[in-house]
């Protein structure tokens, strides 16, 4: 059998040589962006292999600062998504940093676990916790903490804002600092369901009394999908999926993991078993047949992510794909949301930006939270065609609909205040292309062309909580 693939990826030596070395200060290089020092993160190379996904590589320096030594069960978390959007100006927002920094003081409080305080300064990162769990996770009460909010942060409206954990250094620090100074709760949706899903939330919602969606989902691969088990080889070790990505592998790569294991006894050598594993790890991989390996379907990413069966389809599977590994894991998110529901028992009216397929929206409704008006705010087309099909067929409210955050000016803002008498929730999460450790090009923190929308966020939070405190 022709396995022309692998061998000339495999003898290639020299250019795999130089390929690795560069990959390497690469690796190196986004560490320290993120705020690790260069010989910690050059020994988490050393003990993780220079092919480890950045998100294993800041894993393996959390656990060894933490603990002495190096464990890293659970990797990936990293999106790739493409096009381009302009920005705040550069001037505006500069002032509009300045500002804040003048009239906000830098939030030094330590709820969550024994994280080290936070100066607001650009030096410290941000540290994660270990394990990431949140303030409290459903059935587990035992590590729940207490928080008091700042003054200025309290609610109504009530806002929830979400991206990835692992962002450059400083990069949570100024959210936290824009958000009045409220501390984040970094969870891993593996601690929810099936597959890992590493996101910071910053809300002013209460955090006692929180309830789960029932059923709770599963939290194994064998427990979502039984069917997996018939192929599964024992040396591959996973029972969970790492965080579900924008983009699936090629056809190419799972032909040629089929020729290597073809071509190698059972079980196979360790070299080919790394390999196979790097690859099934990288890439969400599961096993369909003998020697046979497949990316997951959208529909079985729509299960896992929470979603209805079906809520993505009739667009393209690259499309599906893309806006699924955007979205919201929904059990994590609807866990935080469910304390409203006993707030607003005649519904809520809601300002969803940067909606996406409306993993906010799905996670109230299954909740039984009924949103009686939501004002989303939108750019993608297909996205909007799948949040408005998914809203005619399940909602009796008003949906309406907003294409570019840019447009929804804070006098539009007062206007639907007045005409709704105000926002009970304000929920979105902002892009994060140029946050997310797999962006190698365009990692530049929140200053980047899409991570700045980020600042549209706050603005408009503002706006809400002024028109508001006007009524
Ligand atoms: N939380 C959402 C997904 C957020 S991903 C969910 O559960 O599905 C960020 C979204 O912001 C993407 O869908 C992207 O299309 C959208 N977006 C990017 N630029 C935007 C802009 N200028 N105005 C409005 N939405 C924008």
């Given at each position: 059998r022709y396995c022309g693939g692998l061998v000339s990826a495999m003898s290639n030596f020299s250019t795999d040589f130089l390929r690795e070395m560069s990959e390497k200060d690469n690796k190196i290089k986004s560490l320290v962006d993120m705020g690790f020092p260069e010989d910690e993160a050059n020994m988490a190379i050393t003990r993780c292999g220079v092919d480890a996904a950045l998100t294993v590589l800041a894993d393996s320096v959390y656990a060894s600062q933490a603990a002495g030594d190096c464990h890293y069960g659970n990797l990936s978390d990293y999106e790739v998504t493409g096009s381009c959007f302009d920005s705040l100006g550069g001037r505006k927002r500069a002032r509009l940093m300045e500002g804040s920094k003048k009239k906000r003081k830098r939030y030094g409080g330590a709820a969550q676990g024994n994280r080290r305080p936070l100066d607001g300064s650009h030096e410290e990162p941000m540290p994660l916790p270990n394990p990431m769990v949140g303030f409290n996770l459903p059935n587990d009460r035992l590590r729940s903490v207490t928080r008091r909010l700042p003054q200025q942060a309290i609610g109504p409206p009530f806002f929830y804002y979400e991206n990835v954990a692992?962002?450059?250094?400083g990069v949570w620090a100024t959210i936290s600092r824009f958000l009045y100074d409220i501390e984040p709760e970094f969870v891993d949706s593996k601690h929810l369901c099936a597959a890992a899903r590493k996101r910071g939330y910053i809300h002013n919602l209460p955090i006692e009394n929180r309830f789960p969606l029932l059923p709770l989902p599963p939290k194994t691969i064998f427990e979502a999908f039984?069917?997996?088990?018939?192929?599964?080889?024992?040396?591959?070790?996973?029972r969970q999926l790492n965080c579900l990505q924008t983009s699936m592998s090629s056809a190419k790569l799972t032909e040629r993991i089929q020729c290597a294991l073809a071509s190698s006894g059972n079980p196979p050598p360790k070299s080919v078993q790394k390999y196979v594993m790097d690859e099934c790890r990288k890439w969400n991989l599961v096993w369909v047949g003998k020697n046979k390996v497949a990316h997951l379907e959208p529909d079985e990413v729509e299960y896992l992510l929470g979603f209805p069966r079906d809520h993505t389809r009739g667009v393209g599977k690259t499309e599906r794909f893309k806006s699924l590994g955007n979205s919201f894991q929904v059990d994590t998110v609807a866990y935080h949301l469910s304390v409203l529901k006993d707030m607003y028992p005649n519904g809520v009216n809601v300002l969803s930006l940067f909606t996406g397929i409306g993993g906010g929206e799905v996670a109230l409704h299954r909740l039984g939270i009924h949103m009686r008006t939501v004002v989303s705010v939108e750019i993608g087309e297909v996205n909007r065609r799948i949040l408005r099909g998914w809203w005619d067929q399940t909602q009796t409210g008003t949906l309406i609909e907003i294409a570019d955050v840019k447009s929804l000016t804070d006098d539009r803002i007062a206007t639907f205040v007045r005409r709704f008498g105000g926002f009970d929730l304000v929920i979105g999460g902002s892009p994060c292309n140029n946050l997310a450790?797999?962006?190698?090009?365009?990692?530049?923190?929140?200053?980047g062309e899409q991570s700045a929308l980020f600042y549209h966020y706050f603005r408009i939070v503002d706006a809400v909580k002024s028109a508001m405190g006007r009524m």
């Open positions: 692992l962002a450059p250094k039984p069917h997996y088990k018939k192929w599964w080889p024992s040396w591959d070790p996973r450790g797999s962006n190698r090009h365009h990692r530049d923190g929140l200053e």
